[in-house]
């Protein structure tokens, strides 16, 4: 059974950090490439980044600005979202996906993949 676990999310003030983390289990994480979504109240689930099973990332330009960093370790079966110069735009509950194919993570839409439960970040002004 295919699980993803999300941590380090809470609240922080505009223009701090955090880092967010996902373990997962039950796949062969090596091959997956992982990506991070997020899901503000009322608005639909959106890209933020992905990094192939190769180390390759994708962003969410406009969304990122150079604030976000994703990454992995293979050996931990986890993956990172860096977060700085957070802003209260930023609230949203941030989920953890897998998938095959990297190219399928930057929509919410992607089928075949998995899914965490999310981590709720909040960014107070």
């Known amino acids: 059974q295919v699980q993803l676990v999300e941590s380090g999310g809470g609240l922080v003030q505009a223009g701090g950090s955090l880092r967010l983390s996902c373990a997962a289990s039950g796949l062969t994480f090596n091959i997956y490439a992982m990506g991070w979504f997020r899901q503000a109240p009322g608005k639909e689930r959106e890209f933020v980044a992905a990094i192939s099973w190769t180390g390759s990332t994708i962003y969410d330009a406009d969304l990122v600005k150079g604030r976000f960093t994703v990454s992995r370790d293979n050996a931990k079966n986890t993956v990172y979202l860096q977060m700085n110069s957070l802003k209260p735009e930023d609230t949203a509950i941030y989920y953890c996906?897998?998938?095959?194919?990297?190219?399928?993570?930057?929509?919410?839409?992607?089928?075949?993949?998995?899914w965490g439960q999310g981590t709720q970040v909040t960014v107070s002004s």
């Open positions: 996906a897998a998938h095959e194919k990297v190219s399928l993570l930057r929509s919410a839409t992607f089928r075949d993949g998995y």
